[in-house]
């Protein structure tokens, strides 16, 4: 038996909060869940994008600051039990939280010194992760492509852990478009591909990667859409010195983010 006061699986409020696993749910509503401790720091750093916090018992003890910035910022604190967090939850081990938070997506903007954007990636955990790693690059925006996965996707964000509130990002971008308005800024476009005409050592080596830059990252299984390479202004390759056939997307990512970034801070 539930616990005076715990709100349950069967509660209204958790089974409207559960609805935004659903991305057209999420659309209607304007809200997505945020899963877990750290992710939920994150989004409290943000008072204003936290609409109420979902916890057990417990974790007001165990993570006491996380109590705190939400009282603090006037966040409604429902104390709830193990099913209902579960409910919430698409991890198999809930770690006994969830926020419910506006979405944090922007409008399309064509400026900055290094962008990464996602062409059709399908993959939450891969958009999540593309986040976090553009997060930790420096880059200032992430821009995802029409037919990408919504990066409001739990697993995306889960993925992401807490990145989402770092970095400005775009959706259902188009992406020749785009890549015609970065240029109109200033930025050159380049294009992470196996097949690369260009290698990334090459890159780093003439200089191209200190100047403004916008990197392309396509599909998990088909790379970027036939015709992207033929207006970008180069299509790299990361060179392979083992016997690996290939890098995945998020580890691709990680590397030519990486270079970029430290090419632009020498």
Known sequence: MASPGLLTAQSARIKQARRLATRAFRRKAGRFLVEGPQAVREALEHRELVVEVYAEPEVATRHRDLHDLAAAAGVPWFEVNRAAVE?????????????????????????????????????????????????????????????????????????????????????????????????DHGLQVLAADGY??????????????????????????????????????HSVKVPIYGRAESLNLATAAAVCLYASARAQRR
């Open 87 to 183: 409910a919430l939850s698409e991890t198999v081990t809930s770690q006994g939280v969830v926020a419910v938070c506006s979405l944090v997506t922007v409008p399309f903007a064509p400026t900055g010194t290094l962008i990464a954007a996602g062409v059709q990636v399908r993959d939450p955990g891969n958009v999540g992760t593309l986040i976090r790693t553009a997060d930790a690059a420096g880059a200032g925006a992430v821009v995802l492509s029409a037919e990408s996965v919504d990066p409001h996707n739990p697993k995306a964000v889960r993925a992401s852990v807490g990145s989402i509130f770092h970095v400005p990002i775009s959706t259902d971008v188009d992406i020749v478009e785009a890549v015609e308005s970065w240029r």
């Open 196 to 233: 690369g005409a260009t290698d990334l050592d090459t890159c780093i080596d003439d200089g191209t990667l200190a100047k403004p830059t916008v990197w392309l990252f396509g599909n998990e299984a088909h790379g970027l859409p036939d015709g992207i390479n033929a207006i970008v202004d």
